[in-house]
């Protein structure tokens, strides 16, 4: 069974920036496309950021492009997402997720295209 365990959120200012991990359990990253969502309080849970497999190929929501980087170190089965000049209304919980098929050139963007889920992590920015 996959886990993946976020780790990095916190409370921080508007401007500030903070770097999430994503940490598999096992050797279970590489040869998958992985992603971040995000969940505010009373809304949707939300396309962040992904990158496929050999992280030459990344995707973003446009509320995030040129703030925040996804990468990825399979080595250490382990994705990162750094943000940057972060704004109150990135405040919201950050899930990343493994995706369903493996090899994928374009990683997706939809939730029913990744089937393993990290329990989230608490980002508050503060204006």
């Known amino acids: 069974q996959v886990q993946l365990v976020e780790s990095g959120g916190g409370l921080v200012q508007a401007g500030d920036s903070l770097r999430l991990s994503c940490a598999a359990s096992?050797?279970?990253?590489?040869?998958?496309?992985m992603a971040w969502f995000r969940q505010a309080p009373g809304k949707e849970r939300e396309f962040v950021a992904a990158?496929?497999?050999?992280?030459?190929?990344?995707r973003y929501a446009d509320s995030v492009k040129g703030r925040f980087t996804i990468s990825r170190d399979n080595a250490k089965n382990t994705v990162y997402l750094q943000m940057n000049s972060l704004k109150p209304e990135d405040s919201a919980d950050y899930y990343c997720?493994?995706?369903?098929?493996?090899?994928?050139?374009?990683?997706?963007?939809?939730?029913?295209?990744?089937?393993?889920w990290g329990q989230g992590t608490q980002v508050t920015v503060s204006s």
């Open positions: 997720a493994r995706s369903i098929r493996p090899f994928t050139v374009v990683p997706g963007m939809r939730m029913s295209e990744y089937n393993y």
């Open positions: 096992e050797r279970t990253l590489s040869g998958y496309a």
């Open positions: 990158s496929n497999s050999g992280g030459g190929n990344s």
